[in-house]
């Protein structure tokens, strides 16, 4: 896996929009206020958080999406405080 981010992700502490199917009804637009990337936050990629329930979520839809697998993920929330992960393909704009 590619090696863990050392400085916070650029929009860490704000809230935008994605694009993403966070609740199985599709692809839609939703705010999301990023904590930060995952793995700086949890200390370990997304694959290896076995049992955590917003990587075992990102896990289904990253397949049934076809989002890439890598750690380019970040952590964030929604509207109604749930716990995401989203590929930064999934953010408008592409911001990285």
Known sequence: MSARHTTPHP???????I???????GPG???FTIEDWNDR???RSWMDMQGHPASM???VRSAVDGLPLDNEVVYGTTGGGLGHLVHVSEIQGGAR
């Open 29 to 31: 637009e939703h705010e």
């Open 19 to 25: 694009t993403a199917n966070l609740h199985g009804s």
């Open 57 to 59: 979520i990102y896990a």
């Open 41 to 43: 936050l949890f200390g």
């Open 11 to 17: 929009l860490a502490g704000q809230t935008i929009t």
